[in-house]
């Protein structure tokens, strides 16, 4: 058995069910366990002004470390660049797709987007692209769960709002959207790839490389 740490958003259980059902096809049993983080804890302020790094990390990390889970389930943007000695990205899957879409409530490309029109993200790094590309839409802070975010559009609260392409894929949802222009937007480091953590040298460590997927780790 094997006990799989994760954040509690839909998305994040999601991905966490996809490593499960990875492992099931070997032979792994697992047990899914959620793990509150204190980027979840806090939805009132924009990503940016909350202390420290690894806010989606820090708490999950500290459970591998006491041995209460045997591996953490990522997205991998959100893994600081600095890791604990003992913890190692054991695997890295396939990547889904890097890139980021738009979404609106009349399907309106970027492009053709009123003067004004309101997007919401929570990224400053797709803030700083768009206002680039278009310095007369109004872009405002958006926080939530990928649920949250379309049901703020849904209401009419943003014209827009700017996600990863992948979190749809994951979640199996069908819903139109404008694929950004790579070259404009260039997507966050490792965005549409999920990493497995465990201890070093662990047995856990060793039972996940059959999961990892070497290009994507290599371009990752």
Known sequence: MI?????????????????????????????????????????????????????????????????????????????????????????????????????????????EMPAGAVIGTSSMRRRAQLNRFRDDLDIVDLRGNINTRLRKLRDRVYDGILLAEAGLTRMGWDLEFERLDIDRFIPSANQGTIAIVALRDSEAADIVCALNHPQTRIET
């Open 3 to 111: 006990v799989i740490g994760t954040r509690g958003s839909m998305l994040a259980r999601m991905q966490a069910e996809i490593v499960s059902k990875q492992l099931h096809k070997v032979g792994i049993d697992t047990e899914i366990r959620i793990i509150k983080t204190h980027g979840d804890s806090v939805t009132n302020l924009p990503l940016h002004e909350l202390s420290g790094v690894g806010v989606f990390v820090r708490e999950i990390d500290e459970h591998s470390l006491a041995g209460d889970i045997d591996i953490a389930v990522h997205s991998m943007k959100d893994i600081p660049t600095i890791r604990p000695e003992q913890l190692v990205t054991a695997a890295v899957m396939k990547r889904d797709s890097p890139h980021d879409i738009l979404i609106t409530n009349d399907n309106t490309p970027l492009e």
